[in-house]
């Protein structure tokens, strides 16, 4: 008997109530208490960890691993093949380490500030285009035009994917993500493994200074990883570079534009708060509701309940991040909040390898957003506008902004 029957009658909490508001959802499993046996929509049972103590401590508990194979219930998620599986973020131990070291010289902070001057001027050009957006039609997407081209450019850039197919996988990815059949997720993934191991084959025969062509090297002159881990790095390095910068530039300028004391207009008059606006829209705007799953290698009690080995754990960190007891006010967006310990970014040994490039994008596309847009406002009221929100995201489908004429 699978254990989805025996577990038939679990509360599933992501439902629609989940998607009008996520974080009342949360403020109410919080009070019940940390941990919650809780059913997915896709019929799978997951120990849900909603306590900010909780998830800090869970983020590196070694006891908690990111390894399917340590699974017992057959948690499968995307079931994804192992041309894109053999990640990061599937991987412990010794594994895991071998590979973060091939790549992580290429996203430390000297080497991001590398990139300022490009991804500057890459977000010059897209506030350019906005604008002529703003001004020919009267209204723009922040998403679609500024948020989503943004960051795929950047680390297309770093991993030299041809412009043209840039915006492809970006489709093929949201399909991924959410999808509306079972049938569309297989296409998806077929389609994204077809064009990253066509991309791994067109570099082999053109080698660039690029980091797939470094990768590539370390896999071929080297041995230092195999074909599948290989393609599954390019892959997560794609998808994490790409998606979640988008959502939280978007989400972070709603909450700018949106929320009360104004602090987009504070941001403009002292764009100097900037870096620090952006580690509380981390807190406050994230987009990523739970960290990747992880598996109990042996029975662990969180919170006061034993979760036995082999169930699924997920760590919530949109309910760590609203959590009284750890921030104060938690559903105020407050710049000058002393706290800036957020868990946006993981913790531990699977800490957003990407974390100085997220910083950098967001950073730079915030301030030239606000200065080049001083009137720029919200074009549809903030309660209609269209999200995705699933128990993995809470992000904006869709940001109109318009520029409220001189007063
Ligand atoms: C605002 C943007 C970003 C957010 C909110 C974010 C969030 C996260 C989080 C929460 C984790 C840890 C997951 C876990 O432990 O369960 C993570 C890991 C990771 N992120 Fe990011 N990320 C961002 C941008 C990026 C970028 C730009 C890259 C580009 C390289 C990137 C690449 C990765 C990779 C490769 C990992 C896995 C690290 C490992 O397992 O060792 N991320 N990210």
Known sequence: MSETTVDAALPQPFGEEFRADPYAVYARLRAEGSVHRVELPDGSPVWLVTHEADVRAGLSDPRLSVDKRHSTTGFSGFSLPPALDRNLLNLDGADHLRLRRLVSQAFTPRH????RGGIRSAVDGLVERLAERIRST????????????????????????????RHRFSGWVAGMLTPRSREELAAAIDQ?????TGLVADRRAHPGDDLLSGLITARDAEDRLSEDELVSLAFLILMAGSE?????ISNGLLTLLSHPGEPAAVLR???ELLPEAVEELMRHAHPNQTAIRRFTVEPVEIGGTE?????????????????PARYPEPDRFDLHRTDKAHLALGQGLHYCLGAPLARLQTTLALEALLRRFPRLKVADPVERLPWNTTFRFHALRELPVTEEPLG
């Open 112 to 115: 991001v500030e590398m990139l």
């Open 138 to 165: 009267g209204r723009g997407d922040v998403v679609a035009e500024f948020a989503k081209p943004l960051p795929l450019h950047v680390i297309g850039e770093l991993l030299r994917v041809p412009a043209a197919d």
């Open 192 to 196: 994204v493994r077809e064009f990253l």
């Open 244 to 248: 979640n910068v988008q959502h939280l």
């Open 269 to 271: 008059a002292r764009p």
């Open 307 to 323: 979760i036995p080995a082999g169930d699924t754990v997920l760590l919530c960190l949109g309910s760590a991040h609203r959590d």
